[in-house]
C-alpha cells in the first residue's frame, strides 16, 4: 500500500505525479445504463493510445478503486480525482472516462465542493475548468422500450456484464420476475437521464460525436475507429482492432418482457 503523499502510479507505467498538468487530449463517454458502454470502453482501453475509459466517478466505486490503486488513509475528492486522471490516461498522455447521468451528477457536486467560489456556476462552467479541452462521445440508445428491459433485468440479476470463461461478482442465482412498474419507471429514469445529457451539450456548446447502441453492435470495427478518429489520435488503417470480450445478453426473456411491456403500455 502507497501513502497519497507518496508517488503512485499504476504498475508498468511511466512515473508520474498526481500534480502533475491535465493530459491535453481527453475524452468523456457520457451515457445511460444498458447502452453499450462496457463494450465500447473495454474496446477503447484494448487499444492502448486512448486512455482507459472507466467509472471513476460512480460514488458506490470509489473504495475499489482506492483499494485497488493502492492507497491507505482518507483521501479527499480533490486527491482522489487526480488519482482518477492518472490511472485513467494511458502512455502517450491521452485520458478517458465514462459516465452514466447519476455519476456526472454526483462529480458535478464533488467538483463544486472542490472550488466553493463556483459553487454557484452552471455545469459547463465546472466541467471546462476541470476537463479543459476535452471530447464528449454520446453514447445512446434508439429503442428506449428494450433498453429498459434490460435495466430491469440486470437489476434483478446484478449482472451487469457477461463475459465467455469469467464469472461475474454478486450474480444473484434467482429467477427473473416480469414487473411492469419496474421497466416503465426505469424507461423514465433513461429518458430524464437523456434530457439531461443534451441539456448539458447544448450548455457546453460543443457537438458531441454521437454513437448509438445498435450501430456499435453492427459495425464494432467502424464505430470504435469513428472514436479514435475524433479525438485527434494517429491509429493506422492496418491495425487491427481486438475482437469484444462481452457477450450479449438478450434472450428469449428480453424478448417475452419487451412484448407484454409494448402490449401493456
Not at 19 to 48: H, N
Not at 174 to 187: A, V
Not at 194 to 199: A, H, V
Not at 206 to 216: I, N, S
Request: net charge positive; with cysteine; proline share 5%.
Amino acid at each position: 500500500m502507497c501513502r497519497l503523499s507518496s508517488r503512485c502510479w499504476p504498475a508498468g507505467e511511466v512515473s508520474v505525479s498526481v500534480s502533475d498538468a491535465f493530459p491535453k487530449t481527453s475524452y468523456l463517454i457520457c451515457t445511460l445504463p444498458r447502452s453499450g458502454s462496457w463494450l465500447l470502453a473495454q474496446a477503447l482501453e484494448a487499444l492502448k493510445v486512448v486512455g482507459r475509459p472507466r467509472e471513476y466517478f460512480a460514488p458506490e466505486h470509489r473504495q475499489y478503486l482506492l483499494n485497488r490503486w493502492g492507497i491507505e488513509g482518507d483521501v479527499n475528492f480533490a486527491d482522489f480525482f487526480q488519482l482518477a486522471i492518472l490511472h485513467g490516461t494511458s502512455r502517450n498522455g491521452v485520458f478517458g472516462a465514462k459516465l452514466h447521468w447519476y455519476q456526472m451528477e454526483s462529480l458535478l457536486t464533488e467538483l463544486r465542493g472542490v472550488t466553493p467560489r463556483l459553487s454557484r456556476h452552471k455545469d459547463a462552467t465546472i466541467l471546462l475548468k476541470f476537463f479543459p479541452g476535452a471530447e464528449y462521445i454520446w453514447l445512446r440508445r434508439r429503442d428506449r422500450k428494450r433498453q429498459a428491459v434490460s435495466y430491469a433485468k440486470a437489476g434483478q440479476s446484478n449482472e451487469w456484464w457477461r463475459i465467455r470463461g469469467v464469472k461475474a461478482p454478486g450474480v444473484r442465482e434467482r429467477e427473473l420476475e416480469y414487473r411492469f412498474e419496474q421497466i416503465w419507471r426505469l424507461e423514465g429514469v433513461l429518458n430524464y437521464g437523456d434530457q439531461r445529457w443534451s441539456k448539458l451539450f447544448g450548455e457546453l456548446r460543443k457537438e458531441p460525436l454521437t454513437l448509438y447502441y445498435e450501430d456499435l453492435l453492427s459495425d464494432y470495427e467502424r464505430s470504435v475507429r469513428a472514436i479514435v478518429e475524433y479525438i485527434g489520435i494517429d491509429f493506422p488503417k492496418t491495425r487491427k482492432i481486438p475482437r469484444p470480450r462481452l457477450q450479449r445478453q438478450a434472450d428469449h426473456l428480453t424478448e417475452e418482457w419487451l412484448a407484454r411491456y409494448e402490449a401493456e403500455i
